[in-house]
């Protein structure tokens, strides 16, 4: 895997996830129609700075292991494959029950957000570190993304670095519509294709980056 592959199959996949309706989207929409742009925009830097840390940690991590532990980098890469699966499975049970939740109650689930910018970006950022479906992501994924002979700390901070990105571009486009979001995301249907798409496309990188690990 070249390093323009890498950067270009992990912009897909992590811009698939960063666009699945979550805790994350919740956050900041309930962020922008309670308190307004300014404190909306800081909750997002909060989060995108979040997944920064967990990216550059996980990288640090990963390339400690491997140094230490050759093989290692071999059996992430089919973990990373196994758990890119799991979630397509999951995503695609989920699209096939239809049970989803009005965004009303995703956002009433949510505790209140400080009014201040500041409080609201420690908000999104404790949010986001303290995530455990983060800190997998980028434990079991990002190995995979690694390219032999690059610092794998610098392209784990790359590899953030663009999921950190994605994530800003999508907060902005609901930040800037946020009622027309709002109206799209309430749309069970909308949400279900979101998950349908997104599951059918993580098991295809999951089976690729698996064999790929051969």
Not at 2 to 25: H, N, Y
């Amino acid at each position: 895997m070249t390093v323009e592959s890498a950067l270009l199959q992990f912009a897909v996949l992590a811009g698939l996830l960063t666009i699945t309706p979550g805790l994350d989207t919740a956050l900041v929409l309930h962020s922008v129609l309670r308190f307004g742009r300014g404190t909306a925009f800081a909750t997002a830097a909060g989060i995108c700075t979040g997944s920064f840390v967990w990216g550059v940690a996980a990288a640090v991590g990963v390339a400690a292991l491997i140094a230490t532990f050759h093989f290692a980098y071999i059996a992430l890469k089919v973990i990373g494959g196994l758990y890119l699966a799991f979630l397509g499975v999951r995503l695609l049970v989920k699209c096939i029950r239809g049970h989803y939740p009005d965004v009303d109650d995703l956002e009433a689930a949510d505790a209140p957000l400080a009014r201040t910018p500041l409080r609201s970006y420690g908000r999104g950022l404790l949010s986001n570190l303290l995530n455990p479906k983060v800190a997998a992501f980028y434990v079991a994924v990002l190995p995979v993304f690694l390219v032999a002979g690059i610092n794998p700390v610098g392209m784990g901070a790359l590899l953030a670095g663009i999921h950190a990105i994605e994530s800003i571009v999508w907060f902005a486009a609901i930040i800037l519509s946020a009622h027309s979001v709002r109206r799209w995301l309430k749309s069970r249907t909308a949400q279900r294709s979101i998950d349908g798409v997104t599951g059918v496309a993580l098991l295809g990188f999951g089976a690729a980056l698996g064999l790929s690990a051969r």
